[in-house]
């Protein structure tokens, strides 16, 4: 009731945008199921774009049509929900989604190696490259910028570099 409760005092004005942060931590799966749909029922007839902020990949292909992706405190990939769950582009995306149970699978998850940066004292070049079983040499001194990959994806790895090229020379091959 209480995430209930918050929830209408945040629609109580009227707004165009609500972020929701963590809205369903604590509440058990059929009352989490109500909320979402709740929540889907109020933007569909109010029009209210929500920004979900969660951990919760089962809440983000249930209630998102956009995702982006954090890893020390920096965009790392945004895609449209469907493209990232089926296709992602940056080591650590895919690495969580092959951390998510499946079910009725027997293969044992994925464990992401190593622990998370001290946000005071990142490495150099890219936050993830210590634990990035893919890293180049570069990702240790550089860090990447948005690789735009026509699909409507953005995601900052050097590895997309070539891919990003070899489609340009597609395009050039082509025109």
Known sequence: ???????????????????????????????????LDLLKDIQRE?????IFVTHNLGIV???CDKVAVMYAGKLIEQAPVRELFDAPKHPYTRA???SVPKLGSKEPL???PGQ???????????????????????CTTEEPGDFSL?????ARCWLLERDTEAQADRGRTHS
Do not use: W
């Open 61 to 63: 292909a249930k209630m």
């Open 46 to 50: 109010t029009g209210v774009a929500l």
């Open 150 to 154: 026509g699909d409507g994806s953005v």
């Open 1 to 35: 009731m209480r995430q209930r409760i918050v929830g209408a005092i945040a629609l109580a004005g009227g707004p165009s945008l609500v972020i929701a942060d963590e809205p369903t931590t604590n509440l058990d799966v059929t009352i989490q199921a109500q909320y």
């Open 110 to 112: 994925y464990s992401i």
């Open 96 to 98: 969580l989604l092959g």
């Open 116 to 138: 998370p940066p001290n946000l005071a004292t990142l490495p150099t070049g890219c936050a993830f490259h210590p634990r990035c079983p893919e890293a180049l040499p570069r």
